[in-house]
């Protein structure tokens, strides 16, 4: 028994060793020379030598025949495929999201862009819950609340504007003032996300609540969702070298990590 034990050991630790090689090639955009992908997984190259060819029976890896560098093989692409394909954004980030409520102890929410805008899927609150309207289903300001601005940030401006023109849009900010030039207050929203990785509200629309938000992408650069997280202005740091800034740039950047993206 204590044999069998230890073979099982020995094959999980050897499919782990592999795949530190995969993991390299996945990491790097040109094919890689023996030497260079072996240094990359911390392996000699003797030992990755063996991989290789198992890899390359199975279509994982394929080698060029000219420069013998190696890369990703069909069998790799089909895989990512299928992951792809069976990927749910929502599901995604919920887990990411869970951790953060829990890291920061603060309301988190997760929205998607419907055809009404910017509409919450999930909320996870805090210790201290925040009465606040806000649950599955709802409906937030594009230009008034971080949520909205994180979204106005990374989109078109047509998708946009689409929603400002509809039955339930309204180009007026937090304040509850009129935007006269849409294209204008885009671009300030989007330099501003720019600049500091998340859209912020201060204690508005909802007074004495403060939120962060920052958008998460899929495989392709779209914006998938969006991460906010919300407190009361008491116990919810809101200037820009916030900790809780940081925190939703980092859930957002993880959520874009399990979607595919890469930068």
């Known amino acids: 028994m204590e044999q069998i034990v230890n073979r099982e050991q020995r094959a999980v630790q050897s499919v782990e060793v592999g795949g530190r090689l995969l993991i390299a090639l996945g990491q790097h955009a040109a094919p890689m020379?023996?030497?260079d992908l072996a240094a990359?997984?911390?392996l000699p190259a003797s030992r990755a030598h063996p991989y290789l060819v198992s890899f390359g029976r199975l279509g994982l890896i394929e080698q060029d025949g000219t420069s013998g560098r190696y890369a990703l093989g069909p069998a790799a692409l089909q895989l990512g495929l299928a992951c792809l394909h069976?990927?749910?954004p929502i599901k995604a980030a919920g887990p990411v999201a869970e951790a953060l409520s829990q890291a920061i102890d603060q309301t988190v929410a997760i929205a998607v862009w419907a055809n009404f805008g910017p509409t919450i899927v999930r909320v996870i609150e805090g210790s201290q819950p925040l009465h606040v309207n806000m649950r599955a289903g709802s409906v937030m300001s594009v230009l008034g609340t971080a949520t909205g601005r994180a979204f106005a940030a990374v989109l078109a401006p047509r998708t946009v504007k689409?929603?400002?023109s509809g039955p339930v849009g309204e180009p007026r900010r937090a304040d509850r003032t009129p935007v006269k030039d849409v294209d204008r207050e885009l671009e300030g929203?989007?330099?501003e996300v720019r600049r500091h990785g998340v859209a912020r509200a201060l204690g508005r629309p909802i007074p004495g609540v403060n939120a962060f938000s920052a958008a998460a992408f899929d495989h392709e650069g779209r914006p998938?969702?969006?991460?906010?997280?919300l407190g009361h202005e008491d116990t919810f740091a809101a200037t820009w070298d916030s900790p809780l800034a940081a925190a939703v740039r980092d859930a957002a950047a993880e959520v874009s990590h399990r979607l595919g993206h890469r930068r």
């Open 162 to 164: 689409e929603v400002l």
């Open 33 to 35: 020379s023996l030497k």
């Open 189 to 191: 929203i989007a330099a």
């Open 40 to 42: 990359a997984a911390d």
């Open 86 to 88: 069976q990927l749910d």
């Open 224 to 229: 998938a969702l969006v991460i906010t997280a």
